[in-house]
């Protein structure tokens, strides 16, 4: 049979199974069919939710939902095992509307489609209502250098926001094997040893705070296009209109140039994040929670308040520079860190007012 494959150009058959095979994992090498496909994938993620025990029965679970392909096939994969498991799952899709329109506005069309298509109950929290300010005029006021700080520390706690709204245990994530492999590098390369040491942990934040989960940790990037693909599911494909984070890009390029020699490459160096060991005397920060609204912060006040306090005040460039300094010359005191509480806590009352009435 094989001999004659060799000679005839007979097509490949499925590796696991009779049908013709029509692609080749990116992951493994095998040639598989469409169903064995789906069926080793979405079996892979269900083992490393079950390995890492993820979730427990009758929890709420916010997916941070983008409209892009990574977290359009997570809520579809999650919603696929919820059932097929019977994890016994409540299951959200959560939204953060940055304000950036040509963008944000036509993924979160995509967004709300994903809500039809999966049934999935929809939040969308906006910066505009959480900060008073959409990414378009913070740009206006600071230019196209440093808004993705403005943008990414905004986006995680307005994340963290509105999981709360939604009275969510958890929230998970789109990161990929990829994602997580290049913040490997990148905290290698710029020395940063004390996120190096948290950037591989499948859960973050769960030391008294609302955890976020990646059930996509060593799902390769590859393999979520071509599930996307094949399936066909409905996702947004355009990159931010902002200027992208150069430094990952380079990280990135590096990678996915070791990934065509070697595709085992990705794990491997989440494998090496895994194992590593930090010594005793590195220096960690310390986790508690920010006087001013209540999220959690290494600091006194946190870097979301910093940055909002600098745009009110005019002053948005200071806060995007050392932490410290910014935080002295606008005012903002340098109390001690109030200490995280033994349990995640509900952020104080007038946050979730201020939050809960749009
Ligand atoms: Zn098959
Ligand atoms: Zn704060």
């Known amino acids: 049979m094989n001999s004659q494959a060799n000679t005839c150009k007979m097509p490949v058959s499925c590796g696991l199974c009779e049908k013709n095979a029509i692609l080749k994992r990116p992951k493994t090498g095998d040639a598989l ?5 789906y069926h080793a994938f979405e079996t892979e993620i269900h083992q490393t939710i079950i ?14 939902a983008s409209g892009g392909k ?79 700080t403005f943008c990414g520390v905004f986006r995680r706690q307005a994340l963290d926001r509105g999981a709360v709204l939604v009275n969510a245990d958890k929230i998970v994530t789109g990161h990929n094997a990829d994602d997580i492999a290049e913040t490997v590098l990148m905290n290698i390369l710029r020395g940063d040893v004390a996120r190096l040491r948290r950037c591989t942990a499948i859960t973050t934040g769960n030391e008294g705070f609302l955890p976020r989960c990646k059930p996509f940790k060593y799902t390769y990037e590859k393999e979520i296009v071509m599930y996307a693909y094949f399936k066909k599911l409905d996702y947004f494909s355009t990159e931010c209109i902002y200027s992208p984070n150069a430094y990952r890009g380079h990280a990135r390029t590096f990678l996915k140039d070791l990934e065509k020699i070697r595709p085992s490459t990705i794990i491997d160096i989440i494998h090496s994040g895994e194992s590593l060991s930090i010594k005793k005397d ?18 006194t006040i946190c870097k979301a308040c910093v940055l909002l306090e600098g745009l009110n005040k005019g002053l948005p460039k200071l806060a995007i520079g050392k932490s410290h300094k910014a935080r002295k010359k606008l005012g903002l005191g340098l109390l001690p860190v109030r200490r995280k509480e033994e349990k995640f806590q509900r952020p104080t009352d007038n946050v979730v007012k201020q939050t809960a009435d749009f």
């Open 70 to 148: 990574d977290s359009t096939v997570l809520a579809h994969v999650m919603k696929v095992l919820n059932e097929r498991y019977d994890y016994g799952l409540n299951l959200f899709l959560l939204s953060v509307d940055e304000g950036i329109s040509g963008y944000r506005d036509d993924s979160l069309e995509t967004v709300k489609r994903n809500q039809q298509q999966y049934d999935l109950p929809l939040k969308i929290v906006s910066y505009e209502e959480l900060y008073g300010w959409t990414m378009d005029k913070i740009v206006e006021k600071i230019g196209l250098k440093n808004n993705c």
């Open 51 to 64: 390995d890492a025990e993820l979730f427990k029965r009758g929890e709420t679970v916010a997916i941070g």
């Open 282 to 299: 590195v220096k960690m920060p310390t986790q508690g929670t920010c006087n001013q609204c209540g999220y959690i912060s290494s600091h």
């Open 33 to 37: 069919c469409k169903d064995c496909f």
